[in-house]
């Protein structure tokens, strides 16, 4: 793109206009050949989308060149640089360019002087509709809605969900990743309950799984329970450590609090003030003391570390008498995990076999790799060697080195913290890899007969490519849901590659949105670039009036611990780019509502999009 700057600043006032004229011009034809040449494209598109569509081939075609030597000659001259263009391409490089013609006392063309079909008023207008129709109406005071996500206690308790409603939800979101159509029924019932009782309009959006890549189960440890007081740096107890002796046959899930399953007699006549004694599993005399008895089972405690195994002998006793004598019933297995540092060699098996850790021989040398298995056969098929894998959320890096048929062998590149922990059903990342992959799974195709019923809209998991729109298109088509909004999850750096034409094929079943899924997006592209994508997704929807949704880890901290970090308010604060923001659950989660709508209350007077809005500051009349 030519410019003043690179023909020298010594040009006379007319060729400068002239020379920025024709950069705009150059524009302007370019994406008018571009539309010519997109007719297939307009005609397959819904009616409502078409204008819209118009304007994303117009905004693809001007962003295929590099503008911004042209924008800063604009801007001294004290134009409009055209970075505000988004939602109305045509209609920005039209004004423009009257203004440089008028300039240069030239006649101004009849094609530059008619209006477009999108004009600065109708582009931001389209959007704003769009966005209702999926989103809901804009609440009072803001235009950026709120979605939340459930958690599964929400089922048995339809207060936290009025108080959600009450407190400013537009959209309740439901994801089928978890819990089961039982409990997505409790909760639908509560919010329509809700919404009868206060009179609010609340929407539901369920998210379907997809095909998330995950490692296999690891290979069990032994089966025991460490009892372990607490100590100081002094090696001095401050705190016992508590155990509860019960009936059942599995353990609780408290960590501070376990609890062991032993034989039924020995408890019918434990009474506090007892203890029980027991040879622990390396050879020690330990002793629990009995605090508390309730039917079925007792609370102990002890100052000393212990491991109890399966099968391990109890005794009880009242002072020195002898009560009883019991055992220790079945113990899960602990959970273990694969330690990895950079250079290891880790592989990634197809099936379910449990993974464990490298095998070494007696002089310290790997007689076999650790491994891992991945359930899903498309893996295997698409990747090469050469092409990144990340584990965990990025925490594990490594480089394929090797692929056979069913086995991936892995160079680990980088750990979090020296050595890291690789444990079952954590996240696998191939962000280089074309994997032929759908993202309609079984399971989702099965919970798509419930959302049909009950949903205003879907998102849509780890789409990729056009045809995993007409896949979703065609199950909606046969459940007659045709009518449910679609919400396209953009989480993976192809989709991202994609998104222009993610774009075009769902333009043809309004309405539509967008939720930037910045977890795993931000694990695929690097965290480096993460801001950078997700200004280029809002740059692209709003050319096409498609509404997006910011979602993922916002106000974390809050909704988590009750406190937010600085970092996370301004995050949410940028969210007011978006026609919504997304919230996880937590137990601060009505706390966390209310922060979000106060700050998209407050950044909404002075930002629109990428508009500053130079509402009266209070802080400049100070000074004088």
Not at 18 to 34: F, I, S, T
Not at 99 to 128: C, K, M, R, W
Not at 280 to 294: K, Q, S, T
Not at 447 to 473: C, E, G, W
């Amino acid at each position: 793109m030519n410019s003043t700057q690179e023909t020298g600043n010594d040009v006379s006032w007319e060729t400068r206009l002239a020379q920025v004229k024709d950069g705009v011009e150059e524009l302007r034809l370019a994406a008018l050949a571009a539309e010519h040449g997109s007719c297939a494209a307009f005609d397959l598109a819904a009616a409502s989308m078409r204008a819209s569509t118009v304007n994303l081939v117009h905004y693809l075609a001007v962003r295929r060149h590099d503008v911004r030597a042209l924008q800063d000659d604009l801007a001294r001259l004290g134009l409009s640089s055209l970075g505000r263009m988004e939602s109305r391409v045509m209609a920005s490089l039209q004004a423009v360019l009257r203004v440089l013609y008028t300039l240069l006392a030239q006649p101004v063309p009849t094609d530059v002087i008619e209006d477009p079909s999108i004009t600065f008023d109708s582009g931001p207008a389209l959007l704003e509709a769009h966005a209702e129709a999926i989103l809901g109406a804009g609440p009072q005071g803001r235009r950026t809605r709120i979605m939340v996500t459930m958690p599964g206690e929400a089922a048995d308790d339809p207060d936290l969900i009025r108080r959600l409603v009450e407190a400013g939800m537009g959209i309740m979101r439901i994801n089928c990743a978890h819990d089961s159509p039982a409990i997505w029924q409790r909760m639908v019932e509560h919010l329509r309950h809700a919404e009868r009782e206060l009179g609010e309009r609340c929407l539901i959006s369920f998210d379907l799984a997809g095909p998330k890549l995950r490692t296999g189960p690891i290979a069990p440890g032994p089966a025991v329970v460490k009892l372990r007081p607490g100590r100081n740096a002094l090696g001095q107890v401050t705190r016992l450590a508590r155990v509860r002796l019960t009936v059942d046959d599995i353990t609780g899930c408290n960590v501070d609090v376990p609890s062991i399953p032993v034989e039924a007699s020995l408890l019918s006549h434990a009474k506090p003030g007892d203890s029980v004694a027991f040879v622990d599993a390396r050879g020690r005399e330990r002793v629990l003391a009995v605090i508390e008895v309730r039917p079925g089972e007792c609370l102990c405690e002890t100052d000393r570390s212990a491991y109890v195994i399966p099968g391990l002998r109890l005794v009880l006793r009242r002072g020195q008498s002898l009560i009883v004598k019991g055992k220790v019933g079945a113990l899960p297995a602990v959970e273990q995990w694969i330690s990895l540092r950079v250079g290891d060699v880790l592989e990634v098996v197809r099936g379910e076999a449990p993974g464990r850790d490298a095998i070494y021989d007696d002089e310290g040398r790997v007689a076999q790799p650790a491994f891992v298995s991945c359930a899903l056969a498309e893996v295997f098929g698409g990747v090469r060697i050469g092409e990144p894998i990340l584990f965990d959320d990025g925490k594990i890096q490594g480089v394929i080195r090797d692929v056979v048929e069913d086995r991936l062998r892995v160079e680990i590149t980088g750990t979090a913290g020296g050595t890291a922990k690789l444990r079952s059903g954590k996240g696998i990342n191939l962000p280089e890899s074309d994997l032929a992959l759908p993202a309609l799974t079984p399971k989702d195709i099965e919970d798509l007969a419930f959302v049909a019923q009950h949903a205003d809209a879907v998102a849509m998991s780890f789409v990729q490519r056009a045809k995993d729109i007409d896949d979703l298109l065609h199950e909606l088509a046969r459940l007659d849901a045709s009518h449910l909004g679609i919400i396209l999850k953009i989480e993976t750096k192809t989709a991202f590659s994609r998104l222009p034409e993610l774009l075009l094929s769902a333009m043809r079943h309004p309405p539509i949105a967008v939720m930037i899924a910045r977890g795993d997006l931000g694990v695929e592209v690097g965290f480096e670039r993460l801001s950078e994508v997700q200004e280029e997704i809002l740059w692209l929807c709003e050319a096409a009036h498609v509404p997006v949704i910011w979602a993922t880890q916002v106000l974390e901290s809050l909704a988590k611990g009750g406190m937010p970090s600085r970092a996370e308010v301004s995050d949410a604060a940028m969210g007011s780019r978006a026609e919504c923001v997304m919230l996880n659950k937590g137990p601060y989660i009505l706390e966390t509502l209310a922060f979000l709508r106060d700050v998209l209350v407050r950044i909404e007077e002075h930002q629109h999009k990428k508009t500053a809005r130079l509402r009266k500051l209070r802080v400049a009349g100070i000074v004088g």
